[in-house]
C-alpha cells in the first residue's frame, strides 16, 4: 500500500492542486497552489502539516497562491527549476534536472521537461508524478517559451521513457475530454481513445476528475506521446525497404 496520499484540490477554473502527504509523518508538500483558500481548507479538513511548495513552472494559475501560504506558513520552502529564480513568488529551492527534494520519509526526483516552459519540472516519488502544463492527460501544453523539439524530449524521452508505465500522472489543469476529442480526429480509429473519452464524459457528467492518468494510458491514447510511435514505424519502414537479404 502506498505511504504517500494525494488530496486532488481543485481550483479557479480547471486547476488542479495537490496535497502530497508522507503518511508515516504527516508532513505534506502542495504541487502547483494556483489560489491559496482551497489548499488552506484542504489542510484544515486533512490535518496535515504542510512543509513545502513544489511548482512545476511559474505561471501565475500555479503559483498565485505561493504568498497567500506563506503569510500563513512563513517557514515554507518553495520549489522550483532554478531558471525561475525571480519568477516564482518565495522561491527557495533552485533546482535542476534529477535533483531530488525530501517530504518525510520519502524523496521525490526532479525531471527538467521544458516546452510549455523552459523552466518546466516535473516531481516524481512513490509511482506518482506530477507533470503541470506539460503532459496533460490525452495532451500536452501550449509551447509558450520552448520548441517542439523541446517539447518531444520532455514527453518521449524523458517521461515515457523513463517512468514506469503504472507510474501515476497528476496535471496541471482538468483538459482531458478536449484533449480526447482531439486525439480521436488524429487516430479514428484507435479504440483506446474511444473507450477512454467515453469514460472521461462520464465522469465529467457526475463532477468527477479525470485525475490521474498512466503513463501507460497516454501510451497507448495521447498523439504526442504516440507520435514516437509513427517515428518508429517509419524507420522500420526504411530498413524494410534497403533490406534486401
Request: charged fraction near 15%.
Amino acid at each position: 500500500m502506498s505511504s504517500v496520499h494525494v488530496t486532488i484540490i481543485p481550483c479557479l477554473k480547471d486547476n488542479y492542486a495537490y496535497l502530497v502527504t508522507c503518511q508515516e509523518t504527516n508532513l505534506a508538500a502542495i504541487v502547483d497552489p494556483s489560489e491559496a483558500n482551497p489548499v488552506l481548507a484542504a489542510i484544515e479538513t486533512t490535518g496535515v502539516e504542510l512543509a513545502a511548495i513544489w511548482n512545476t513552472h511559474h505561471h501565475w494559475d500555479h503559483t498565485g497562491g505561493n504568498a497567500g501560504l506563506l503569510a500563513v506558513y512563513p517557514e515554507l520552502a518553495v520549489a522550483g527549476h532554478a531558471s525561475d529564480k525571480g519568477r516564482i513568488p518565495g522561491q527557495t529551492l533552485f533546482l535542476e534536472a534529477n535533483d531530488t527534494v525530501s517530504l518525510g520519509r520519502h524523496t521525490a526526483s526532479v525531471f527538467h521537461i521544458p516546452g510549455h516552459t523552459t523552466g518546466a519540472i516535473s516531481y516524481y516519488l512513490d509511482g506518482k508524478v506530477f507533470t503541470g502544463d506539460t503532459l496533460f492527460y490525452g495532451g500536452c501544453g501550449r509551447l509558450f517559451e520552448g520548441t517542439p523539439a523541446m517539447m518531444f524530449e520532455s514527453l518521449v524521452v524523458q517521461l515515457k521513457g523513463r517512468l514506469p508505465e503504472d507510474t501515476l500522472v497528476y496535471c496541471g489543469h482538468e483538459y482531458t475530454v478536449n484533449n480526447l476529442r482531439f486525439a480521436a480526429s488524429v487516430e479514428p480509429g484507435n479504440e483506446a481513445i474511444k473507450e477512454t473519452l467515453s469514460w472521461a464524459l462520464e465522469q465529467r457528467a457526475h463532477g468527477l476528475p479525470t485525475i490521474p492518468s498512466t503513463m501507460a494510458i497516454e501510451a497507448a491514447v495521447n498523439p504526442f506521446l504516440r507520435a514516437a510511435s509513427a517515428q518508429e514505424l517509419g524507420d522500420r519502414r526504411a530498413q524494410k525497404d534497403t533490406y534486401k537479404g
